[in-house]
């Protein structure tokens, strides 16, 4: 990629082209790249996450209410960032940090207290320099390891 930073935007998920630059973007990093079956990778929960988009190189999404209970301890003030990709050729370019922050921003903006998410083992680095604590044990998700990791946000 060149210069400049692709500017991060939230997509509507009944946004049918915003929505195929999502699917291309995580089919190549998660099925391509790191093997994960292709009806793990896309679900039912895409229809009502919070989508952001860094045009043509990175994306993430946001679990929020029941989607999110699943998975967040059942605190309901918590959204679930996930489905975060970043395109290999345009990786330490600061788009997933950007992308991350879009994803916080929306979570704020929806009234929440922080984001829970399950980082890849290898990611918890990257994760912990935005904020997050990661806990609990180790485990296994599409054959990868993963840990859990939060992050609240500070009220004064």
Known sequence: MSGG??????????DPDAMAAV???????????QDVPADLEWD???ARAVHVLADGV????LLLGEDAAGKNGGDPGLAVLGRLAV???ARGGGHGARLVRALEDEARRLGLDGVYLEA?????????KLG???YGPEFQDAGIPHRAMKRTFVTI
């Not at 930073?5 to 009944?14: E, F, L, S, T």
């Open 5 to 14: 930073a692709a500017p991060v935007r939230v997509v509507a998920a009944d």
């Open 23 to 33: 699917h291309a973007i995580r089919h190549e990093v998660f099925v391509v790249e």
């Open 44 to 46: 039912g929960k895409d």
């Open 58 to 61: 990175g994306t993430g999404r």
């Open 87 to 89: 395109l290999r050729s």
């Open 120 to 128: 890849q083992v290898h990611a918890i680095p990257f994760y912990e």
């Open 132 to 134: 997050y604590a990661a």
